[in-house]
């Protein structure tokens, strides 16, 4: 991979570009001192990354050609650190790592009851025994406004009375063509813990969250 050089007073930098007009991919700085300085998209790397720790930050415990193979080999974007580095330069705005993972684990809600949000539940709960495995099944029902709202990624009108299973939807609601007046949401809540997971979520028209939760459909479906 070609480098760029751009001599400078007192020092020599050395820079790998994608593409014109962009930050550099790579940018090596190289002091008169021999000292040598990395950064990343205009980035600078920490101080404690392991490439600085494993050459001294000195070309001369490395050849510059060497440094410059290693760089290309090195995975710059998988270092958390070097991530919150680019995040707090400013040069970039960027999610926290936090939001990243959320979004990596997110699971897209849809009415009713999900099997990938009990395997959730079952991730979490894996190393629970004894005691800390009683739970409570809540339920909380509000009225919301009668509307449908397009969602624009899957084209989907949402707002109709929905149960999440067709079959289920027919045996309870008494037309599953209405439009929704209320929300209802099914709760885990640890006895002896902390723990606190919402199941499912459904909309029905005119029935009370009593009416639903005990319909025979329901709990032979999901609970038992």
């Known amino acids: 991979m070609r480098y760029n050089s751009e001599p400078v007073v007192d020092k020599a930098v050395f820079k ?49 050609s060497n440094l410059m193979k290693e760089l290309e080999a090195f995975k710059l974007s998988q270092s958390p650190s070097c991530y919150e580095e680019l995040r707090n330069s ?22 009713g009851f999900q099997n990938e949000v009990f395997e959730v539940l079952r991730s979490e709960t894996s190393n629970y025994f004894d005691v800390q495995r009683y739970v409570v099944l809540l339920f909380d029902e509000m009225k919301v406004l009668a509307n449908l709202v397009l969602d624009k990624e899957s084209g989907e009108l949402i707002g109709f009375t929905d149960l999440g299973d067709p079959e289920l939807s027919f045996a309870v609601l008494e037309k599953s063509d209405m439009i929704a007046s209320h929300a209802l949401v099914f709760l885990l809540r640890g006895i002896c813990t902390e723990l606190k997971f919402a199941i499912a979520h459904c909309y029905n028209w005119h029935y009370s969250a009593i009416q639903t939760v005990s319909t025979e459909a329901i709990t032979s479906r999901v609970f038992w």
């Not at 400013?90 to 009415?111: F, H, T, W």
């Open 90 to 111: 400013g040069v970039l705005v960027l999610p926290s790592q936090r939001r990243l993972k959320d979004y990596r684990n997110a699971i897209k809600p849809k009415r």
């Open 16 to 64: 790998k570009m994608v593409a014109p007009f962009m930050l550099p991919h790579l940018e090596v700085v190289v002091d008169d001192s021999l000292a040598f300085t990395v950064k990343v998209y205009g980035c600078y790397l920490v101080d404690d990354h392991p490439l600085y720790l494993k050459y001294r930050r000195s070309v001369q415990n490395v050849t510059l």
